[in-house]
């Protein structure tokens, strides 16, 4: 990807964590980090007038929160990656289609497997928009234009990515679509499948669960039919 072409702003009371993290992405040549905040209304403001990639928010702030913030703009019209101490918040972020949840003191490593998502998200975001059709024993996805069958009983797992989702089948192969993690939970959740994200994912293979959503090692929601 070409140098600086992913633009986001920090929003967080503490700024000692303003400056850390703006510190720890700046080690990443092709992020651009316009503006810092230290609440969620002043960057509300910023935002009507400018556009960014993603937004790394705080969640518990004065004035408004960083979980109230996204509210206030969902559909977001950029990634979301919610920066907070608290893990407790995560399944409420991801009901909002956020792109990643890091938990304070975030360590280099973590970032970095949040920053390659988020390039691979912007990335995505740039070839075009795709689609699903869902139908009683199968979907039709969308992808680089063209219409693709997958069967539900082939279906793994499927990991939320934004507002797009990761189908990943029997046979290893990953499907990426144009649809929320809510609604595609909706149709494939009888089907006993694993929901979250792939860096963590492949231990918990042939878990019996009806949408089960797992960051990190942390169980941070789930439900039972």
């Not at 969640?59 to 913030?69: F, H, R, V, W």
């Not at 497997?113 to 979907?139: C, H, N, T, W």
């Not at 990991?159 to 290893?172: L, Q, R, S």
């Not at 231990?203 to 439900?223: C, M, P, Q, T």
Request: aromatic fraction near 10%.
């Amino acid at each position: 990807m070409d140098s600086k072409n992913i633009r986001c702003i920090l929003i967080d009371d503490e700024p000692l964590a303003l400056e850390v993290l703006k510190a720890h992405l700046s080690s990443h040549k092709n992020i651009e980090v316009l503006n810092t905040f230290g609440n969620g209304l002043d960057a509300l403001e910023w935002l009507k007038d400018h556009s960014v990639d993603v937004v790394f928010t705080d969640i518990n702030m004065p004035g408004i929160s960083g979980l109230d913030l996204v509210k206030n703009q969902y559909p977001s019209p950029h990634a979301v990656i919610f920066t907070t101490a608290h893990p407790n918040y995560a399944a409420d972020a991801f009901e909002f289609e956020a792109l990643d949840y890091l938990l304070k003191p975030i360590s280099p490593d973590r970032l970095e497997k949040a920053i390659k998502r988020l390039e691979e998200y912007v990335q995505m975001k740039k070839g075009g928009d795709d689609g699903v059709s869902l139908k009683p024993d199968f979907v039709f996805v969308k992808v680089d234009g063209q219409h693709q069958k997958v069967n539900y009983n082939d279906i793994q797992y499927v990991e939320a990515f934004a507002d797009y989702v990761k189908i990943w089948t029997t046979n290893e192969k990953r499907i990426v679509t144009l649809q929320t993690m809510r609604n595609m939970e909706t149709s494939l959740q009888t089907f006993q499948l694993t929901i979250g994200n792939p860096g963590e994912l492949p231990k918990w293979r042939g878990v019996a669960g009806n949408g089960w959503l797992f960051i990190d090692e942390i169980e941070v929601y789930g439900h039972e039919q």
